[in-house]
């Protein structure tokens, strides 16, 4: 939410892993940022996806539906996906629509 | 409220929409069916109060929602022409009320038969009753003498409910019509005398100016309705009639009919009728003006000269008369010189100013009168003297009327606002009731220096811990001062000065007598000395014509007095407040607890586009902030909110692209209402319950919303849906 931070989702890491920030916001317009970064990554051969969101303050639905997503197209092709750094309300969140059951959760 | 679903049968309104009288309506019920017996009740209201439609609502109740008491509704009508014809038409009404309720047949009562088919419709275990009744309504005329026709026939509802063993509950409405019937008094006394007889449950009902024996074991008065509920009354009396009418309009609309749905009603039917939108002032004052020189408002005050003038020249010598007396300040005259200004004998002088003082139009007391203080018959009247001199030129008169009006307007709405901000003296000095308090919350020497400067809890407890204290006077009877001295009405608002009369002690002796004089004051700083003065000189000159020698003097002005203004008012053995000290004294007189503050409003519109929705959060979060919510909390309003604009801005096809939100905030809770206009919610396709894949991962807003919040609902509203989220605020820890 504040417009200093970067909307573009960043990466970085090597073949294997791949860490991809959120940015404060999850919603349409940065989850599909955020999809798009990880399906090159995917696509890359990265076999593990860290979804970093130490910055994120507030995630709608719509952005949830594209993690969601995000999973799914990891599981395809036998990655997997870790949420790191995520704040407790948000991890509430993720609870309340089924989001945690399918990813795992760590601090940085 | 009755949420019966049946049309109306003799209420003009359906119950769901007859607003503000619930108390007064489930207390007749009640009466009604309730085994308490017998007893009468005398229900009186001024003109177009509503009182009839409350009476008829009631028999609608009582013929739709029982089966035990038969509800027999009569109204005295003037085309009657005579006492005798009123009470035939009584008797034929109750045969048919009571036939249609037995059959449970409402129709009936529309479709009026003759009372030959009356007879033929009566239920078995009814005929004898019935048709005994019938006989007597069929005699062309009375078979003893006419008083003993009238008092036989009206009491004819007992005695059949004695012979067909059940109970009945007579109403009889517009007694004052009774000015208008030749021997109408009859009618009146032998309803009356029945009334006052054990046995019989009868409501009479009447205007408030018509005086009648007293009769009644209860006596209600229907006040005209409140701002808040006449203001509801309009704005749903607009919506149902389709009128297009914003806030302020409606606003300035309750103001002008304050308290009667019968003129605002009218109006509102002529704004539908011409198609004319109520989006402003202007516009409000236009139809008004209209209305009163040649519409329904016109046309209701018209039928009101005419039942007291019937010849037209003479209702305009009238009309001349009365515009002259509102002219000069609007005194009061002699009834005799009114008399002779127009020539008329003095048993039809007498008629007609019954009539007038029943309608409202004057104010008779000791044969003198004056026009009642009613804005509406003040334009009226104004308005024909315009027409009779502007002759051939209506459209002159039509703006000078418009004109008036408008430049009225605006200081109508500003001198409501006032009073709505107004501390309610009256009340508060009615709440001393002897009670001891710290001298600090009447005092504002102590208040400045003990209490200014705190926060309302510091302050809280500093009061309690006070070791001054005072007893106040008990106050038997507080009113404003232009009740007692209509001249003192400029510059201040009525509820602003009041006048208190009471006791200083229990003993309730000449001794203990206090007469206080209390005013609101307005001053942007400390009041000064002048001012201070100013006000003390207007309320020893208003002591002195009211003959009170002995009087306190309690002045509240915003921001207190000035060290030279309290020494005055010491001398006089008088107090000064500040504004805050009269809400702590408020506070501290209903038990010290803080009055229930109202809930604060913030509305915000959005545009419909790409991440609008966090502008509604930033503004969240300040308002957040302002009121200290426990952060967690506010997480979950925030993602609550996005996903209702979310809701909002994907689906509604919006024709605006607008979003509105309106946050209502209290100590308790936060009620956010977020509205869009566009495609409801409840015409959407539902999401597919096979749906997969992508599909199946959307459509979570609404249940995230219900499990973020304390409280949804979702209603579709004419064009658009609104959401209310409520979410209870529990103190940060």
Redesign the interface.
Known sequence: ?DGDVPMNAASEGASKQAVVYATD?L?K?SGEKIERECKTRLQEGCDELILNFSQTE?????G??IL??IIDSAAVRGARVVFSDVKE?TVE?FD??GVTKHVSLRES | MSTRTAKPLLARKHPDKFVGRDAELDRLYLRAVSDMGSGSIHLSGRAGTGTSELLRQLYDRLFFEQRFVVPFYYSLNSRDATAYTATANYLYQFVLQAIAFRRQEPGLIASAPDICELETLSPINDVDWISRLCKACKNEGPLNDERSFIRSSLSAPFRASFAGGFRAFVIVDDLHQSVNLENGRVFVDEMVNIAGRSGTQIVLGSRSRYSMKSIAEQRIDVERLDRKSFVDLAATAAADRGVDMNEQSRDLVALKFAGRPRLLESFLEAATSKRVALQSYREVERLYSKELLEGGLGTYFDDNFARAASEPILRQKLYEALYHTIGNGNERFRLETLRERLGVRPDIFGRMIDILSVDEVLDVNTGAAQVSDDEILRDFLIARHRASTNIGSLAVTAAQTVTNALKRAPKLVASDYRRGAALGMTELLLDFDMQRVPRSLLDYRLFRENLKGLSASEARSQIAKEGEQMTLPLVAHAAPIVDHLPEFGEPTEPDRAVIAVGFADRSYSDESEIVWFAAEIDSKLEADYSLTREWVDRLDTVADKLGYSEHKIWLIAPEGFSDGALDLLAEQGGFGSSRKQAQLLREFLHGGSPAKSEAYEYEIVIPIGEETELIAVHAFEEIARKYAFPPKAVNQIKTALVEACINAAEHSLSPDGKIKQRFSVDEEKVVIIVSNRGMRLTDRMPIRPEAEGDDKRRGWGLGLIRSLMDEVRIESVDDGTQITMVKLIKPSA
């Open positions: 939410m916001y919603n317009l507030l995630v709608n639905s719509v949830v539906s969601l997503g309300d969140l309340m629509l």
